[in-house]
């Protein structure tokens, strides 16, 4: 049984940092596209950003603020957030998606991530 746990949200001044966990488990981790999703109040979910064999993707309204990096070892990915802005708080979802190329299809709960301005 796959399970992604989030974590390290929480409230923030704008311009301020936070790192988000995602703990994985019940899944072959290295061989896993993972990734980070986002979804604002009243709005659609969106990508945020992903990574798989050391290659990263990025929404582009985010490239340079927000980084994505993995640890294999300890079956973890992480979002690092730099520079956050109100328009930044959303619930922040880890998202795995099998090797054969499939879609996102293990979700975590999300984390509350709040940037006051």
């Known amino acids: 049984q796959v399970q992604l746990v989030e974590s390290g949200g929480g409230l923030v001044q704008a311009g301020g940092s936070l790192r988000l966990s995602c703990a994985a488990s019940?899944?072959?981790?290295?061989?896993?596209?993972m990734g980070w999703f986002r979804q604002a109040p009243g709005k659609e979910r969106e990508f945020v950003a992903s990574?798989?064999?050391?290659?990263?993707a990025y929404t582009d309204s985010l490239k340079g603020r927000f980084t994505i990096s993995r640890d294999n070892t300890k079956n973890t990915v992480y979002l690092q957030m730099n520079s956050l802005k109100p328009e930044d708080t959303a619930v922040y979802f880890c998202?795995?998606?099998?090797?054969?190329?499939?879609?996102?299809?293990?979700w975590g709960q999300g984390t509350q991530v709040t940037v006051s301005s």
């Open positions: 990574i798989r064999s050391g290659y990263t």
């Open positions: 019940g899944l072959a981790f290295s061989s896993y596209r």
């Open positions: 998202a795995a998606a099998p090797p054969s190329g499939g879609i996102w299809s293990n």
